[in-house]
């Protein structure tokens, strides 16, 4: 059924593309206002400065896209992203070891932010009734009886249509705001005269550094793996502060990988040279033997734009009609937790599914969007806030008591460790843990479940009488080792892929060692 001639989906990026597919079975015609000129090829643009830095997609994001746009990781793959498992690609550093090779059930698809992008992209331009609008700067919305119950967005002002220079008017019966961070459109709702939608924030003042590198063609036997991560480390004594930072060699198509250093707080390195420095500062050596036998591809990319910002338009007594908030600019997270492109997707399906039973997009459709929407963004908020509550430089309106910075400060690594160590031998909480990092279930829920807490507690007391079925690990100054665990045994690598053919694990086995080269 339409529900009117024309929705606008102001932006172009992830969440614009996600609502442009959510919306266009109810709308005559979607047009998406996008101010850059978005190249075919692979380049970085102005609007997506981020596109620079590595870009998990986490399962529940890679779900949703497919809802919006069937076959979309098909088309990932089929373009060049890797599907693997990562507890068998990556070679993991975490508390003071790397970690035991194993499967376990999460699988991850690695492709760069640009991929990703683009791959919607070619699948968003099949859309029949949907129009890409480039080079067109959203300047302003139109309104009618702002801040009272029946008041309503009723079209948007843009620059650049047709290559004018003119403010257009052009009129829609949804609007989706999808600007990023940065939008204007609760400024711009102000000045219509409604209230302004409170703002909570929490920034931890994480940098993260990013140069992108191609892989040698020749790897050496130690380079088994496809992606490695050191973890900040957990000692919280005296040390140096490159062992805080948590550091990424994370592989993206064409044989290339992008190296990211991330801290909470520190100094990073901002020119070749120091970062090649620093690398070799990480706490397992390999990190910097690895990316030393790369040959770097761009220069040091920095962004500081991490903090978590949520504005909450849920409070509002009467939203606008005509007018809901899709992606970064309802909710941006720091990006430690990969949540953000996840969210969004997550959004665009939740609006997808509102619309269906819609009968019209009035003041009281935006209410429950936005009602809806925060259950959705409550959990993910919560995570994203765990971690970096326990910083003293912490600024916002979400910073904890000092208490409970400091009990965060002192727990959150070792528990984290804990729990991933847990995860390695006892399948329900490694399902739990999955299903958390995937935002297939809220954090809130796995730690009051009882039956988590009792293996927590079981793993603790048999790491403590030396009973693990695993090792906990080994020495962070050797390289990691390749072995795979199963059933407690230990197995040469090449051994993980006598998996019976058919079953998904034979295939992240299989591009996992064949990730030698
Ligand atoms: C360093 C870093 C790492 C990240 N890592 C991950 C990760 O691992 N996994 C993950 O899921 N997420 C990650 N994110 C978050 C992710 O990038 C965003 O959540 C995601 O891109 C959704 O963004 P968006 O579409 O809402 O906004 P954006 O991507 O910011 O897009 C906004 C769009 O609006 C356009 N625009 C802006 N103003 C105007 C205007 N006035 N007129 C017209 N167009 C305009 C811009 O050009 C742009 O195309 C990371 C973010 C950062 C900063």
Not at 237 to 246: C, N
Request: proline share 6%.
């Amino acid at each position: 059924m339409s529900l009117g001639k024309r929705a606008i989906i102001l932006g172009g990026s992830v969440a614009g593309m996600c609502a442009a597919g959510a919306v266009a079975d109810f709308f005559d015609e979607v047009l998406v206002l996008e101010r850059d000129i978005i190249p075919d090829d692979a380049e970085h643009r102005r609007g997506v400065p981020q596109s620079k830095h590595p870009h998990f997609l986490l399962n529940s994001g890679r779900r949703a896209m497919g809802e919006l746009f069937p076959g979309y990781e098909e088309s990932l793959i089929d373009a060049g992203a890797l599907h693997m498992m990562p507890s068998l690609a990556a070679a993991h550093c975490e508390g003071s070891v790397w970690v035991p090779r194993k499967e376990a059930p999460m699988t991850m698809v690695y492709a760069s932010r640009l991929l990703i992008e683009r791959t919607l992209r070619q699948k968003l331009a099949q859309v029949p009734n949907v129009r890409v609008e480039e080079a067109v700067t959203v300047a302003g919305l139109e309104c009618a009886d702002g801040g009272r119950p029946d008041g309503r967005v009723t079209g948007v002002w843009a620059v650049g249509l047709d290559g004018g220079r003119e403010k257009q008017l052009i009129e829609a019966d949804l609007v989706v705001d999808t600007l990023g961070r940065g939008s204007a459109v609760s400024d711009w709702l102000v000045a219509a005269g409604w209230p302004q939608a409170p703002v909570q924030s929490l920034d931890a003042g994480v940098t993260y550094v990013s140069q992108w590198f191609q892989k040698p063609a020749e790897l050496p036997d130690s380079w088994w793996w496809a992606q490695m991560s050191v973890m900040p480390t957990a000692d919280t004594g005296p040390h140096p502060i490159e062992h805080d930072f948590l550091c990424q060699i994370f592989p993206i198509e064409g044989d290339r990988v992008l190296v990211t250093m991330g801290s909470w707080g520190h100094p990073m390195p901002r020119k070749e040279d120091e970062f090649i420095e620093t690398v070799h500062k990480v706490r397992a050596p390999a990190f910097g033997r690895a990316v030393e036998l790369c040959e770097p591809i761009s220069q040091v990319f920095v962004t500081k734009s991490t903090g978590n910002r949520r504005r909450r338009y849920d409070t509002l007594e009467n939203p606008p009609g005509g007018l809901v908030v899709v992606g970064d600019a309802v909710c941006g997270f720091n990006p430690f937790y990969a949540q953000g492109m996840s969210s969004a997707s997550k959004c665009a399906v939740l609006l997808r599914d509102k619309l269906s039973t819609a009968t019209n997009v009035d003041s009281t459709f935006s209410k429950d969007y936005f009602a809806s929407q925060r259950q959705l963004l409550d959990d993910i908020w919560t995570l994203a806030l765990a971690r970096d509550q326990g910083y003293e430089n912490a600024e916002g309106t979400d910073i904890a008591p000092r208490w409970r910075q400091r009990l965060a400060n002192r727990v959150s690594w070792p528990l984290f460790n804990h729990i991933s160590a847990t995860t390695r031998e006892d399948a329900v909480v490694a399902q739990h843990f999955a299903d958390v990092f995937n935002l297939d279930e809220s954090v809130t829920t796995m730690v009051k479940s009882p039956r988590v807490l009792a293996g927590l507690a079981w793993h603790a007391v048999k790491r403590a009488t030396n009973r693990t079925k695993l090792p906990l690990g080994s020495d962070l100054r050797q390289d990691p080792p390749s072995d795979i665990w199963r059933d407690g045994e230990r197995h040469p690598a090449g051994q993980a892929l006598a998996i019976p053919r058919g079953t998904a694990q034979e295939e992240f086995a299989t591009v996992s060692v064949a990730a030698r080269g």
